[in-house]
């Protein structure tokens, strides 16, 4: 069964600073794919970036970038010069094994909220 | 192109009863999931329809169900609804085509059973 975990329930961020929101996963596969999700408080689930396990570089997006570390089994997600819209709850999701003909089921980690003061 | 969109955006009910939600996915996409959110539980997966048929669900009781019609919209039921059914239910729409098999996400219905 694979999981996700993120271990930081809350982060706070100085306006304009870098924050770095921790993501590490299990699974057996050696195929598959990672994703980071965005949910403000409206509800919707916002995609972000991301990666796959046969990347050789590390995704970036915009102010979002991916640190993923496959022999720690981590990805990391980080966010430059943080904005006060930045603050919602981030989700890290895996979705294993990946395959283009296969289920599309994501399995999602239990968020990290973050939030930027001014 | 549009968005996913989900009907309706809140929905209360009682205990025992029933209701269907919809959600109709961006224009192209012919996969569908859909997702039970909770504080305790967090994201759930329940199932996912692709071309009409189920092609994975998650570990929920028979009372949840769904369907894809021929346009690609999906609708799910929860009968007999119990207190612990009340969540956001958020569903999804990808298709090969989308890069890395990209899910986007509607803006969910709350669902509160009383």
């Known amino acids: 069964a694979q999981k996700i975990t993120q271990t930081q329930p809350g982060m706070f961020v100085q306006e304009k600073e870098a924050v770095t929101l921790d993501c590490t996963y299990d699974t057996s596969d050696q195929s598959y794919g990672l994703f980071w999700y965005k949910q403000p408080s409206s509800g919707e689930m916002i995609f972000l970036i991301y990666?796959?396990?046969?990347?050789?570089q590390n995704a970036t997006e915009g102010r979002y970038s991916l640190n993923f570390q496959k022999a720690r089994k981590s990805a990391n997600l980080v966010i430059s010069a943080s904005q006060l819209g930045d603050s919602a709850m981030y989700f890290c999701a895996m979705r294993e094994p990946y395959s283009g003909a296969g289920s599309y089921q994501l399995t999602f980690g239990k968020g990290t909220k973050l939030s930027v003061i001014p | 192109k549009a968005g996913v969109t989900q009907t309706p955006r809140y929905l209360i009910k009682t205990r025992g009863q029933q209701v269907t939600l919809s959600c109709s996915p961006i224009s192209g996409h012919r996969s569908v999931s859909w997702y039970q959110q909770t504080p305790g539980q967090g994201l759930q997966f329940l199932f996912e329809y692709f071309s009409e048929t189920q092609r994975n669900k998650g570990n929920f009781p028979g009372r949840f169900s769904g369907r894809q019609f021929s346009n690609s919209r999906s609708e799910m039921n929860v009968s007999t609804l119990e207190l612990g059914d009340s969540a956001l239910y958020l569903c999804?729409?990808?298709?090969?085509?989308?890069?890395?098999?990209?899910?986007?996400f509607g803006p969910g219905t709350r669902l509160t059973v009383l």
């Open positions: 990666q796959g396990s046969y990347d050789e």
């Open positions: 999804a729409s990808t298709s090969p085509t989308e890069k890395r098999d990209t899910q986007y």
